[in-house]
């Protein structure tokens, strides 16, 4: 391996682990603060893609019309499930499960129906189609443009966390939930906010993510078994573990796919394993539950 | 006193007869039935006998034991393949070699799996058991060694030969046995999960730190129970791998484990009876709304479990258990 093949497969290992932070991100949130495990989380990256595909190609808006459409439409639909159906399990963690898997088969169901069984190809905004130089190597501008959307949301989810009011209503929450609720925060409400933020980002890393992987039916199963190892990875109800893990996968899943392709399926999942074995609490050590 | 004796215990016969009775009927009901229904509901039977010896050996892990594996159709797929492999690629048609061999691959995937995820608990366990049947998933997905004519999967699976002299399985024949088989799984889980092993198992599932204080190793019961139940789920995918005549990497996958999570809630988890009530209602479901409309069977699934788990949480099962106790009041 030369050194630019290291460097172009590091930075595309970081903009697919971008992908996955800012889905397992989600994921660990609405589990630290609710204790839902959301396995539809996939399905609405999934719906954010191909609604991002409809804005962007279908009817010609730009592409950020179509980062934010589809966020937002991920995000109503995760409203729909909290509101219909998870938030009479509170604390019922196997039903809440079979719920969101049922969520899977109706929304990936329904995708098919609406736009039918034909994978979409990748998209990207019109500025960001087109390659940059330098060092010598070539490299794709939307992919830089990936990491760059990451590292913004990463700051704004640290900001939001540390610096609003709701994110120190939700820290409170996720380190002690009945005496923040004995304080006179209306935690129910936060709950609400934080699904549907974190459903909205679901889509928004659909439609980003559709930068390099396009719209499938599939990926509501596929990306989802990869934010699970994220999780993992990273540790339950930690947001930063959420970005380490992330980067530690997508980095390890390029590499591998360049030099072991043939294991590259299923390499990502011995990662899991292997956290499991050594260290079951994952690398930031969230609480075991 | 004797006379009182032997009066109560007359009575408790007939009582037990009158209990099993309507067991017995249906079983003879059923067992006859095969030779004058039409060929596609052979077919159905089967499968249904096939997919209640599966949701059975998901119940006592789910369903007594409390633990959601989301991996259960990986040691059905895996034992299905290991018949396919044995039969297509090796050339042995022998049942007795195939029925063996898929369980022992089935239960030692169990034991591997069993000790990365009995290191976590809860939800975890639920979420690394979903990477574990993925990952399985993927690996069968990716060999090329188990993909025949450029497509995943082993087609051209036949009924075995059971080692009788001019004895040949026809679909009723297999009917029957798989019948016969689902009779002795019953049977076996039945004595399994009413045994001391058994109450500790509901034990764990309502509060596994007292079983722990009251000084059982709830670890090694979670163990075993997480690969009995891998052994009775290699049963059906051996069967199963018979008489579907094609096996692929979908029924190891999460779909399939879907199907048996789904048919347990809705059978009634916690009952042996009810889950071959649920799994033929789904078999039957899926079977005829093939005829009306096959590509929303997905989203009729995901409604099932959605209102199942919504508005009937006991399953079909806690319904026929009140109404078994109305009519026959002990």
Not at chain 1, 27 to 40: E, F, P, R, S
Not at chain 1, 260 to 284: C, H, K, N, S, T
Not at chain 2, 48 to 67: E, H, P, W
């Amino acid at each position: 391996m030369t050194f630019e093949q290291i460097f172009i497969n590091l930075l595309n290992g970081i903009s697919f682990g971008v992908i996955l932070f800012l889905l397992a991100s989600g994921l660990t949130m609405v589990y630290g603060i609710m204790g839902i495990v959301n396995l539809a989380h996939g399905a609405l990256y999934m719906v954010g893609a191909y609604v991002g595909w409809s804005v962007a190609i279908q009817h010609g808006f730009s592409y950020w019309m179509a980062t934010l459409t589809g966020g937002i439409v991920a995000g109503f639909v995760g409203l729909v499930m909290e509101r219909a159906t998870l938030r009479y399990l509170y604390r019922q963690i196997n039903e809440q499960v079979l719920v969101t898997i049922g969520f899977i088969y109706v929304l990936t169901n329904l995708t098919q129906w609406i736009w039918g069984p034909r994978p979409r190809a990748p998209f990207t905004a019109g500025m960001l189609s087109g390659t940059i130089q330098f060092w010598g190597c070539s490299y794709p501008i939307h992919r830089l443009t990936v990491i760059l959307i990451g590292i913004v949301i990463s700051i704004a989810i640290w900001w939001f966390q540390e610096k609003t009011r709701i994110g120190a209503m939700i820290q409170a929450g996720m380190d002690d939930k009945e005496m923040t609720m004995g304080l006179g925060i209306n935690l129910n409400r936060i709950s609400v906010i934080l699904f549907f933020i974190c459903s909205f980002v679901a889509g928004f890393a659909g439609v980003i993510g559709a930068q390099l992987l396009g719209a499938t039916l599939g990926q509501g199963f596929h990306i989802l078994g990869l934010a699970l190892v994220v999780v993992i990875i990273g540790g339950t109800g930690s947001v930063g573990g959420a970005l380490i893990g992330g980067l530690i996968l997508g980095i390890f899943d390029s590499f591998i796919n360049a030099l072991v392709p043939q294991i590259g399926m299923w390499a990502m999942y011995l990662i899991a394993v292997i956290v499991l074995l050594v260290r079951p609490q994952g690398i930031m050590g969230g609480r075991m539950k | 006193m004797v006379a009182t004796t032997l009066e109560s215990s007359g009575r408790l016969q007939k009582k037990n007869i009158i209990r099993f009775a309507p067991i017995l009927i249906i079983g003879i009901i059923l067992f006859i039935l095969p030779s004058f229904i039409p060929h596609y509901l052979v077919g159905l039977f089967t499968l249904t006998f096939i997919f209640a010896i599966f949701a059975m050996s998901l119940d006592i892990v789910l369903g007594y034991t409390g633990l959601l594996s989301i991996m259960h159709a990986s040691f059905f797929g895996i034992a299905a393949y290991t018949a396919a492999v044995l039969m297509v690629k090796m050339g042995i048609n022998s049942f007795w070699v195939g029925f063996p061999c898929g369980i022992l691959i089935a239960g030692i995937l169990a034991a591997i799996a069993g000790v990365v995820l009995l290191r976590v608990h809860g939800i975890y366990f639920l979420i690394a058991s979903l990477c574990l049947g993925y990952m399985v998933y993927s690996i069968t997905w990716g060999w090329d060694y188990l993909e025949m004519y450029q497509s995943k999967g082993i087609m051209g699976i036949d009924f075995p030969g059971i080692g009788i002299p001019g004895f040949t399985f026809t679909e009723v024949s297999y009917c029957r046995f798989s019948f016969l088989l689902f009779l002795l799984c019953f049977y076996l889980l039945y004595r399994f999960v009413n045994s001391p092993f058994g109450y500790s198992l509901r034990g764990i599932r309502e509060d596994e730190e007292r079983m722990q204080v009251l000084g059982y190793n709830t670890w090694f019961y979670k163990f075993a129970v997480f690969i009995i139940g891998a052994l009775f789920a290699g049963v059906a995918g051996v069967l199963f791998a018979y008489c579907n005549t094609t096996v692929e990497p979908e029924h190891l996958g999460f779909s399939y484990s879907t199907y048996a999570i789904l048919m347990v809630i809705l059978g009634g988890s916690g009952t042996l009876f009810g889950p071959p009530i649920g799994a033929a209602l789904l078999v039957f479901l899926e079977f005829y709304t093939g005829i009306v409309s096959p590509e929303r069977w997905p989203l009729i699934l995901g409604l099932i479990l959605i209102l199942t788990i919504m508005f009937s949480r006991g399953g079909i099962g806690l319904h026929l258990q009140r109404l078994w106790k109305k009519v026959l009041p002990s």
